[in-house]
């Protein structure tokens, strides 16, 4: 069984930075993994997300202040923010996929199309003006 949990949320004020992490087990290291984010009162969104090969894709709002990585045992992903604005408030999941992700287009497929992937609980970040 699939399980997957993140850790690092917090209050940080404007421009200040924060570091989430997600553990993952059960479930085959070859597939993608991803962090998304969901404001109050707004749809589930992708920020970033992560092949095998270490190939990465961003949201446009989030490219330049965040860095999404995986951890050496590969069941481990990091998310890495930076000059965070209001708007990156929000409840953040870490998300494992399910097949095999190695292309670019698997990447980008896992962040933005409504594949099966398993979640964790999410982690809740505010960030004030």
């Known amino acids: 069984q699939v399980q997957v949990e993140e850790s690092g949320g917090g209050s940080v004020q404007a421009g200040g930075s924060l570091k989430l992490s997600c553990a993952a087990s059960?479930?085959?290291?070859?597939?993608?993994m991803g962090w998304f984010r969901q404001a109050p009162g707004k749809e589930r969104e992708g920020v970033a997300s992560i092949g095998l090969l270490g190939t990465v894709v961003y949201t446009l709002s989030v490219k330049g202040r965040f860095t999404i990585s995986r951890g050496s045992a590969k069941n481990t992903l990091y998310l890495s923010m930076n000059v965070l604005k209001p708007e990156d408030t929000g409840t953040y999941f870490c998300a494992a996929g399910r097949r095999m992700c190695s292309s670019y287009e698997d990447v980008q497929a896992f962040l933005y199309d409504n594949e099966t992937k398993d979640w964790g609980q999410g982690t809740q970040v505010n960030v004030s003006s």
């Open positions: 059960g479930y085959n290291f070859n597939t993608c």
